[in-house]
């Protein structure tokens, strides 16, 4: 088990150097907008004095496979620069947002948990009823809706609409996170978020059921007397449960990283949003820090994923036959 | 009163392509301690006739649309669920063919075991577990105290089904069904379980319902054989008699092709000709006469009744039992003495 | 209380006359046993069927399918030919009566923007972006990654493993980000957005043709090819890419709508398509301050991407079940 990590960790390093490359690469002078000296400066003149200071500060002057030694090694120590606009270092702003984006993501998840999951177990246990024509036809739909677009038809309906409704007595906020944040600014956005996904658990779950369910342990279970809830939900249901876990432990890396347009649409003060600012302004070390710690969080849960799956699955844990 | 009396079932699925009759019309018994096999080719209906006895039929499609079932007296049919499953696992208990799917992969074999023991003897889970390590150790697995915290895919093919006994007779049922428990099994290890199965029920008591296309698993075990084609009972009588003196076509045909050591022609094996029938079209008349060598035109008419052709031995052909059958009268269809 | 053992079997006979020789077709015996239910006389008769009429004939059964195929034929043709039937010119508020922010009318069947534009006319415009940049990008994707898959799939080794890192790595980046990035690199415009969501899209396609190639590699079939002397180019592209190619089909349908999705979003975060051009995910983008005021503005735009999305998705799942040789019917 301990050499399967390892083994893996080695295999993310090169990924992960390769990630840095690109980044770097696309920060070289002259490919992306806007003299990053004059950026970094801002409103100030740019003195030739100030200039030489900041290139020699920032290794301008050096041939670029050093610069680029010199941005892993700060990466390394956790050194992601600073930011052009505010001149803080570009750690201490996304740790700042960070955790907000996380909170998101994780809300996301419960979403998709709960509703998913259920979903899922019903469609398979009253299979071709209403509610699995639902489920199914609403995954080919989810798949096509446009994340963003969701984001605003339910701020419109449940923010606006139903405000006028009950004359301002009842509705969801559309912005933020509340002060001091709280639940209720968490519903909306993290509907959102998980939408498409949920639609994909549901999916997932109710055709990993259908497979345990048709399996011939429950033909047994059924004959040793037991009662049809026990074998659904303790049979057929540990076994269909384990790739449905491990697609929502991916999913969480794909939420936190995939934010940035829930954030957007409902002015959450997360990572993404950061990031997708940073953009508008030429922030760059905004950009690529932001990128490089996303990268380092999803590789470092898909990894706890895969171990465990391996936990889970007694067949995976526990090698072959003995005699 | 024979401990299982089974009458006249007719078990049928209601598909697409119409009604499949997979059991129509058998009818036997099952005496205390006593073993009863159940032989034909695949599609006969002898897992049905299983299934159907402990109310295991998947209703739709299928349902059980005629017959008479009684356990101890008691109306097996006319049970409510609760009952049905309290007899299930506790009174009769059934092992598959396939150990390797018919077991959860992803609960230990000792809990699998001990979970009817929890169920029908309201054991703690420490006692069923205590319990699954002896029933363990009684069907022959070494090590059993820590072969219980295995999962099934870390036994081999024949300690699976071991351990599949063990599941079964844990709660000391008073039949055990069998559906094909060594079909899936090298050869040697088919006998080692056929004599574990015979010495547990030697000393449990245990009747022993069998169920196989293997002519030569029953020679060792059975009391009474019923022979079963196309969902009807074509033969039923006394092990003995049945195989030294059969009487019906089909079965005379299953036991010419079974491969024989002792034999000294050239021994060629002799399979029926001809696919054995659908069971949604069902050939008119006697359902064996499109395979059978003696079949005439009465055959295809008239649906042959189940009688007692020699004592205690029953049949279902319009011609066994009569002078001279079989005997030089193949192929001419002149009229049987 | 078991059965004494016996051995199996007939008790012995040499008699030539016993029911055993019946079986056996001893010295009358030939079988009279009944009807030969025969159906093989059938199978001979029947019509030529190939793999594409096969699947043709499937996908025509599949309602959902022909209505997403019909549905997209529709959008494709009222949008080529809307400089013939759009009545308002949707560049420029119209002439006369059009005020800006009306509601939904017989005259404006979606309404009219802040400037007064007809917005139905400018979603009936915006479609073209959103399908020429989704059968573009698609295409991008699938010439790297047909070619990237091919090699890695074929070759194997070092090159396989190089393909697949690369392809690791870019799997690693989150999509939007990544895309947003490259456009910043790039400049947003209408050109450029087609060639991000292109390149951010190639590892997939790699990763679908590879497994295809290294399962259809396994085939028997490929051998003989070879040993009849055939070259490796000529094993690839006549053997291997047929089969290889009915998943990708079946993906690229699928991937047009996530790239008009693509699209849509990201000309929504402004790094795409750049006014005046129309494009669905823009036009959303001015929606949203105006959510209050002019609902029309965001449910028409939004509900063009789900159909249109929605009906590439359908056609791939027809296809998909068209096309797998394992569901015979």
Redesign the interface.
């Known amino acids: 088990m301990l050499k399967y990590v390892v083994r893996r960790i080695f295999q993310m390093i090169?990924?992960?150097l390769?990630?840095t490359l690109?980044?770097f690469v696309?920060r070289i002078p002259g490919?992306?907008?806007g003299d990053p000296i004059q950026l970094i400066v801002g409103e100030k003149p740019l003195t030739p004095a100030l200039r030489a200071q900041i290139e020699e500060k920032n290794h301008l002057n050096e041939p670029v496979h050093i610069q680029y030694a010199y941005y892993v090694s700060g990466i390394a120590q956790g050194d992601l620069g600073e930011s052009y606009q505010k001149g803080r270092p570009v750690t201490d702003i996304l740790f700042d947002k960070f955790p907000n984006t996380f909170r998101l993501a994780l809300a996301g998840i419960i979403v998709e948990i709960v509703i998913g999951i259920s979903a899922g177990i019903i469609s398979a246990i009253r299979q071709y009823s209403f509610w699995d024509v639902l489920v199914t036809l609403s995954t080919?739909?989810l798949?096509?809706?446009?994340?963003?677009?969701l984001g605003?038809?339910l701020?419109?309906f449940f923010g606006?609409r139903l405000k006028e409704w009950t004359g301002g007595a009842v509705f969801l906020p559309i912005s933020g996170m509340g002060n001091p944040p709280d639940f209720v600014h968490l519903v909306l956005p993290a509907i959102t978020l998980a939408s498409v996904s949920t639609a994909y658990v549901a999916r997932i779950m109710r055709s990993q059921m259908l497979e345990a369910m048709g399996?011939?342990?429950i033909?047994?279970?059924?004959?040793?007397?037991?009662?049809e809830r026990a074998v659904v939900f303790k049979?057929a249901l540990?076994?269909a449960l384990?790739p449905v876990v491990t697609y929502i432990g991916i999913d969480l890396g794909v939420l936190m990283?995939?934010a940035?347009?829930t954030e957007?649409?409902f002015s959450w003060p997360g990572v993404?949003r950061e990031?997708?600012l940073a953009?508008?302004q030429r922030d760059w070390p905004v950009?690529m820090g932001?990128?490089i710690v996303?990268?380092l969080i999803?590789?470092f849960i898909n990894l706890l994923v895969d171990i465990s799956y391996a936990l889970l699955?007694?067949?995976i844990r526990?090698?072959?036959?003995?005699? | 009163m024979a401990l299982l009396e089974v009458t006249n079932l007719k078990t049928h699925f209601t598909t697409r392509d119409g009604v499949v009759r997979a059991v129509d019309g058998v009818t036997f018994e099952v005496k205390e301690g006593h073993t009863l096999a159940i032989v034909g080719e695949s599609g006969s209906g002898k897992s049905v006739t299983a299934l159907s006895l402990?109310r295991?039929i998947p209703d739709p499609p299928g349902k059980i649309v005629d017959g008479r079932i009684t356990f101890r007296g008691e109306s097996v049919l006319g049970m409510n669920d609760s009952a049905v499953?309290?007899?299930?696992?506790?009174r009769i208990?059934?092992i598959?063919q396939?150990s390797m799917?018919?077991?959860?992969?992803?609960?230990r074999v000792g809990y699998q075991i001990g979970?009817?023991l929890r169920?029908?003897k309201g054991m703690t889970r420490k006692e069923a577990h205590a319990r699954a390590v002896e029933m363990l150790d009684l069907v022959g697995i070494p090590n059993p105290a820590q072969r219980a915290r295995?999962?099934p895919?870390?036994?081999?093919g024949g300690?699976r089904q071991r351990a599949m006994i063990a599941?079964a007779l844990a709660c000391d049922p008073d039949i055990l069904i069998a559906d094909e428990p060594t079909t899936a099994l090298d050869v040697t290890i088919q006998a080692q379980i056929l004599e574990l199965m015979i010495e547990l029920q030697q000393r449990q008591g245990t009747a022993i319902i069998m169920i196989t296309h293997d002519l030569g698993v029953v020679a060792d075990m059975a009391n009474d054989v019923m022979v079963m084609y196309a969902g009807k009972q074509v033969e039923y009588g006394k092990a003995d008699e049945v195989f030294y003196r059969p009487l019906h076509p089909y079965t005379w045909g299953l036991l010419a092709s079974l491969p024989r050591h002792d034999v000294d022609e050239k021994g060629t094996l002799l399979p029926i000709e001809g696919q054995p029938p659908s069971l949604i079209d069902v050939p008119p008349g006697c359902a064996f006469h499109p395979r059978c060598p003696y079949a005439q035109e009465r055959c295809k008419r008239e649906i042959p009744e189940l009688r007692e052709a020699a004592p205690a031995h029953l049949t279902a052909c319009h011609f066994a039992g009569q002078a001279g059958f079989g005997q030089g009268a193949a192929g001419k269809g002149e009229g049987v003495a | 209380m078991s059965a004494r053992r016996r051995k199996p079997g007939f008790p012995p006979d040499a008699d030539p006359d016993s029911p055993k020789a019946a079986y056996r077709g001893g010295p009358d015996g030939e079988q009279t046993g009944g009807s030969s239910d025969y159906v093989g006389d059938d199978l001979a008769n029947r019509p030529e069927r190939t793999l594409w009429g096969d699947a043709w004939i499937r996908l025509r059964k599949n309602k959902l399918a022909i209505i997403g195929l019909v549905w997209i034929l529709i959008v494709v043709t009222l949008t080529l030919s809307a400089d013939f039937w759009v009545p308002q010119n949707f560049a420029s508020p119209t002439s006369t009566d059009a005020g800006s922010l009306e509601a939904p009318s017989a005259v404006h069947p979606f309404g009219t923007d802040r400037i007064g534009r007809d917005v139905f006319s400018r979603v009936v415009y915006g479609a073209r972006v959103s399908l020429a940049v989704g059968v573009l990008a698609v295409g991008i994707s699938l010439v790297i990654g047909l070619l990237m898959g091919a090699l890695s799939g074929y070759y194997g080794g070092l090159v396989d493993t190089l393909v697949m890192?690369?392809a690791?790595?870019f799997f690693?980046?989150?999509?939007?980000?990544?895309a947003?990035?490259?456009l910043?690199?790039l400049?947003p415009s209408y050109h450029n957005v087609f060639i991000a969501i292109g390149i951010l899209g190639w590892p997939s396609v790699a990763r679908v043709f590879r497994s295809s190639i290294l399962s259809v590699k396994e085939n028997e079939y490929v051998d003989a090819a070879r040993a009849m002397g055939a070259s490796d180019q000529r094993i690839i592209f006549r053997h291997i890419m047929p089969n290889a190619v009915a998943p990708i089909i079946v993906y690229g349908t699928m991937s047009i709508?996530g790239a008009i999705?693509a699209e849509?979003?990201l000309s929504?975060?402004?790094?795409g398509v750049q006014p005046p051009t129309p494009s669905w995910?823009a036009m959303?983008s001015e929606?949203?301050a105006l959510?209050?005021a002019a609902?029309w503005l965001?449910?028409w735009p939004?509900f063009a991407?789900?159909?249109t999305?929605?009906a590439?998705?359908?056609m791939g799942?027809g296809l998909r079940d068209a096309l797998d040789v394992k569901m015979k019917d």
């Open positions: 090169p990924v992960f390769g990630v690109i980044l696309l490919l992306l907008p080919s739909i798949v096509s809706v446009p994340v963003f677009w605003l038809l701020q419109m606006i399996q011939d342990y033909r047994t279970a059924m004959a040793k007397g037991l009662t049979h540990k076994n384990i990283s995939g940035i347009l957007t649409v993404g990031i997708y953009v508008m950009v932001g990128v996303i990268v999803v590789m699955d007694p067949r526990y090698g072959g036959a003995a005699e | 402990m295991l499953r309290s007899m299930r696992g506790d208990a059934m598959f396939d799917t018919s077991l959860n992969p992803v609960f979970e009817a169920i029908h295995d999962y895919h870390q036994f081999s300690m599941m | 890192r690369t690791d790595i690693a980046f989150p999509y939007t980000l990544f947003i990035a490259l910043a690199v400049g709508g999705i849509a979003a929504f975060l402004g790094m995910g959303l929606a949203k959510m209050v609902p965001t449910i939004g991407i789900l159909t999305v929605l590439f998705v359908l799942d």
